[in-house]
């Protein structure tokens, strides 16, 4: 499981191109690592990718912090 | 552009035959859609003989299903697609009294619908390759207006709005949207003219002849190449003087 939040903070740093330690599971995309709206298009295109899943663009609405990610993720590969 | 990978709808005719044929000559792997059956595979054996890897996929750019499998079959072989031109286009021209609901949405649907559709497509590709270029092909009455044209001058004009929006949107990802507005060029869209009116718009043009195919693939050319990469939301008049944008 932790190895998920790794591989998802991991994606985050090159998406956002943001440091590490600023990636904390509390931070919002949008208002702690600067994201735009394309930005977060982009990083929900590349977490499809990551993860072989699809994540609808309702789904892709509601995740906007990095644990909201985390656990988007562990849930679609859970099911 | 060598190696680019370029899509072309409306490549089998007119001015996307030749465009299509121009970006083969500068190196392109060229990937034509047309709804025509026999034209389309015409058109892919000269653009063959030119940039042998390119392909050719008959679609119907107002089917989703058609465009989306068209643009998966591309991506498999090619895995990129780096330029998009949005050509595909038709007239169904009638005085607004007259028009019916069905000639507007057809032609609608052709002309602006479809560019929707393929560039929301092509357009995820082309962010994470940080790289794209799309050419709308407009018209010079999408600017001017033109009796007996409502729908169609309407999905140009509309071409020229979505094509500056899409352009601000994507911006910041290296990808460039513009138009290329042609004025009145010898293809037989404008074969279908009345001889009348054909002299009408001829006195009206300061060059005093059509524009050719290929003066407009010039221009497409230049707008889908690397060199192009700081203009974008631009509109192109290529119409030897008739409009100046």
């Known amino acids: 499981m932790s190895n998920i939040a790794e591989r998802v903070k991991k994606i985050v740093v090159e998406q956002l191109g943001v440091e590490a330690s600023q990636v904390t599971e509390e931070a919002n995309f949008v208002e702690d690592l600067g994201a735009d709206s394309l930005d977060t298009v982009e990083l929900v295109m590349a977490l499809e990718e990551e993860f072989g899943c699809e994540i609808s663009d309702d789904a892709a609405e509601k995740i906007v912090t990095v644990k909201q990610a985390i656990e988007f993720i562990k849930k679609s590969l859970d099911g | ?245």
């Not at chain 2, 169609?152 to 138009?179: D, H, P, Q």
């Open chain 2, 1 to 245: 552009m060598r190696d680019r990978v370029a899509i072309v709808t409306g490549a089998s005719s007119g001015i996307g035959r030749v465009v299509a044929i121009h970006l083969a000559k500068l190196g392109a792997r060229v990937v034509l859609i047309s709804n025509e059956s026999i034209r389309i595979l015409e058109a892919l054996e000269e653009v063959r003989a030119i940039s042998p890897e390119s392909e050719a996929f008959e679609a119907d750019v107002t089917s989703f299903p058609c465009l989306e499998e068209s643009v998966k079959l591309t991506l498999e072989k090619f895995g990129r697609i780096d330029i998009l031109v949005n050509n595909a286009g038709i007239t169904r021209d009638a005085l607004l009294v007259r028009m019916s609901l069905a000639d507007w949405e057809r032609v609608l649907a052709v002309n602006l619908t479809s560019v929707f559709q393929l560039t929301r497509m092509i357009l995820k590709p082309m962010m994470k390759a940080r790289y794209g270029r799309i050419v709308n092909i407009s018209s010079v009455v999408g600017v001017t207006g033109n009796p007996g044209q409502a729908n169609y001058v309407a999905s140009k004009a509309g071409l020229v709005g979505f094509s500056k929006s899409i352009a601000l949107e994507i911006a910041s990802r290296n990808i460039t949207v513009n138009c290329v507005a042609p004025g009145f060029i010898a293809t037989a869209m404008t074969d279908a003219l009345n001889p009348k009116a054909k002299e009408a718009i001829l006195s009206r043009i300061p060059m005093g002849a059509m524009g050719s195919p290929e003066d407009v693939a010039h221009a497409v050319a230049f707008l889908a190449s690397e060199r192009a990469g700081y203009i974008t939301g631009e509109t192109l008049h290529v119409n030897g003087g008739l409009y100046m944008g």
